[in-house]
């Protein structure tokens, strides 16, 4: 793939009034009624369902791929699937292939709850359904009513899809402030208003609070309830009913609920609550709370968007910290003599070209005449190179970044490879379409694949497909 004569060439383009989405290879447009793989030489459609009514609008999906080494009880499970959540509070299991309904479960029962979001515990194994934050309408607040119920949360096991259970987020619970919950890798997140973020163990909330098990399509009377689990109109009980406040494994103060965790040995990323910190982010131990040597990280950038940090998503334990102009990533190790102390430490840096940039506050022109500029290119300005997207491809270990420069109304991308182990560049890819920075972009790279999605006003939307071509006579093709 990275040889100097492999190109990569778009090879299809299309348009939409709606949104476009991307998944392993297959490319889902009309509110996934349309699927097109990206795996051939030539995109192609595998399915096109007729259009689907509004009520049966979808408003999340995740896909679904057959673990290996398991049995597992239906020849259906043995092939990807796609997991819908409808407008309609109905989480259906769709062929990836077809999209044949394979499964249907409704969610919602008496209590009237709007659910919107999927997202993972553990990936491909335990799955969340989220519903959308409890507001009472204007007049009940003007009657004094109070909502204490703020989310619901479903909790599903997949490969067999299996019912855990269902839980309220309580403000007697939890507190009046709550602004949003997550559930990732076993740990209950409770975000707050203040910029507070507190831990809770979600594994042990489940055990120590669950009043009946359920299963789908069992028959069930609860709480004067009579009605099929999963089944319309009952939907599925809320069994975990969360009486106390649970122990608290980790609370922190961030700026807008900031909050990350990863590294070895296990460390933490937060900016200060404060506006004036924006920008500034402090890496600090897990276990005692303690900064690590260099572990306040600043770029001091003077630009539109602000920069970014996370954790490495090769495991490695790695940071990746990302400015306008800059890429670092960076390591955790010990300190020398100090081995309970940790240390911030440069790995490699990813420059952007700026070579040609001349930003010069005091010109002399030809006659001789002092010029002095009133202001100061940002360090995002559209017309220098700007990086815009960092991704990490696991297959092939690579880094990708995608850097854009804007000249005139005119907007030029390209999508480099590096090493992810050194940062050597190894390949760059140019982009054929006008790239502009007010759009809103996605770009990913699969195997021999790449993949642009564009989002313009008034809901716009694009795809451009690049495939990997290894023949030089064809080097010179548009």
């Avoid at 276990?287 to 954790?311: R, V």
Wanted: with cysteine; charged share 20%; proline share 5%.
């Amino acid at each position: 793939m990275c040889q100097e004569s492999t190109k990569f060439k778009n090879v299809w383009t299309t348009h939409s009034a709606s949104p476009i989405a991307y998944e392993r290879g297959r490319i889902y447009m009309d509110n996934y009624q349309c699927c097109i793989t990206s795996i051939a030489q030539q995109p192609r459609l595998i399915y096109q369902k007729s259009k689907c009514a509004k009520s049966e609008k979808i408003e999340d999906a995740l896909l679904l791929e057959c673990p290996l080494g398991e049995m597992l009880p239906s020849p259906s499970d043995y092939k990807a699937s796609l997991i819908v959540l409808t407008v309609q509070n109905w989480l259906l299991r769709l062929s990836a292939d077809s999209g044949e309904v394979l499964e249907k479960v409704y969610l919602a029962g008496s209590c009237c709850k709007f659910f919107r979001y999927l997202s993972w515990d553990t990936p491909q194994e335990v799955m969340i359904v989220k519903s959308a934050q409890n507001k009472l309408p204007a007049a009940a607040r003007q009657a004094g009513i109070q909502q204490t119920v703020l989310f619901y949360l479903a909790v599903f096991q997949v490969l067999p899809l299996s019912f855990i259970g269902m839980l309220e987020i309580n403000k007697k619970i939890f507190g009046n402030s709550v602004t949003d919950v997550a559930v990732s890798n076993g740990i209950l997140i409770v975000m707050y208003s203040m910029g507070l973020v507190r831990l809770y163990n979600f594994k042990a909330i489940l055990e120590q609070f669950m009043e009946q098990p359920f299963h789908l399509g069992q028959e069930f009377n609860w709480n004067g309830q009579v009605g099929i689990v999963g089944k319309y109109p009952f939907g599925l009980p809320c069994n975990i009913k969360i009486t106390d406040t649970p122990p608290l494994l980790f609370e922190a103060s961030s700026l807008e609920n900031a909050f990350q965790i990863g590294g070895y040995p296990w460390h933490y990323i937060i900016t200060p609550n404060k506006k004036k910190h924006k920008g500034v982010f402090h890496i600090c131990s897990l276990k005692d709370n303690a900064l690590a040597k260099n572990g306040i990280q600043d770029m001091k950038c003077c630009s539109l968007e602000p920069d970014w940090i996370y954790f490495h998503p090769d495991m490695s334990g790695r940071i990746i910290h990302v400015g306008p102009n800059l890429i670092k990533v960076l390591k955790l190790k010990e300190v020398k003599n100090h081995a309970d102390q940790m240390e911030i430490a440069e790995d490699f840096t990813i420059v952007a070209n700026r070579e040609n940039c001349v930003n010069n506050n005091v010109t002399v022109t030809a006659s001789g005449r002092v010029v002095k500029k009133r202001f100061t290119l940002l360090d995002d300005d559209p017309e220098q190179e700007t990086f815009k997207i960092v991704d990490y491809e696991d297959e092939l270990d690579l880094l990708s970044t995608v850097a854009v420069t804007q000249i005139g109304a005119d907007g030029r991308a390209h999508l480099d490879f590096h090493c992810n182990e050194h940062g050597i560049l190894l390949k760059s890819i140019p982009l054929k379409e006008s790239w502009d920075v007010t759009y809103s972009h996605e770009v990913y790279f699969d195997k021999d694949l790449v993949l642009h999605i564009e989002q313009k006003p008034n809901r716009r939307f694009s795809c451009y497909v690049y495939q990997m071509v290894c023949d030089t006579a064809r080097d010179d093709d548009p």
